[in-house]
Nanobody, 125 residues
Framework: QVQLVESGGGLVQAGGSLRLSCAAS????????MGWFRQAPGKERESVAA???????SYAESVKERFTISRDNAKNTVALQMNSLKPEDTAVYYC???????????????????RGQGTQVTVSS
């Protein structure tokens, strides 16, 4: 069982930055691929970024060059640095964990084993 707790969300003006963090329980964090997803009101959940067990990083086109995902296996954390935020980035952001994920299906929320409760990110124009 892996428990995930997100933090770092908030209200920011367009063009600003936020750093989300996800803390994972358990002693086998390094065996999990980690992903970030988001869901805006009335919209489907969409993939944002992921980092595989082997360190392969993937981004959605909409966030490339603006967001950076990283992980610290010693601290059991994964972070999402979000720069140049836009109003359309407003959503609840979730982190998720996939056992032995190699990155090939990083964009599929249903392929992940665990998900956090989410943290709200609101970008004002």
């Amino acid at each position: 069982q892996v428990q995930l707790v997100e933090s770092g969300g908030g209200l920011v003006q367009a063009g600003g930055s936020l750093r989300l963090s996800c803390a994972a329980s358990g002693r086998t964090f390094r065996n999990y691929a980690m992903g970030w997803f988001r869901q805006a009101p009335g919209k489907e959940r969409e993939s944002v970024a992921a980092i595989s067990v082997g360190g392969v990083i993937s981004y959605a086109e909409s966030v490339k060059e603006r967001f950076t995902i990283s992980r610290d296996n010693a601290k059991n954390t994964v972070a999402l640095q979000m720069n140049s935020l836009k109003p359309e980035d407003t959503a609840v952001y979730y982190c998720a964990a996939k056992l032995l994920g190699d990155g090939r299906t990083w964009y599929l929320p249903s392929s992940y084993n665990y998900r956090g409760q989410g943290t709200q990110v609101t970008v004002s124009s």
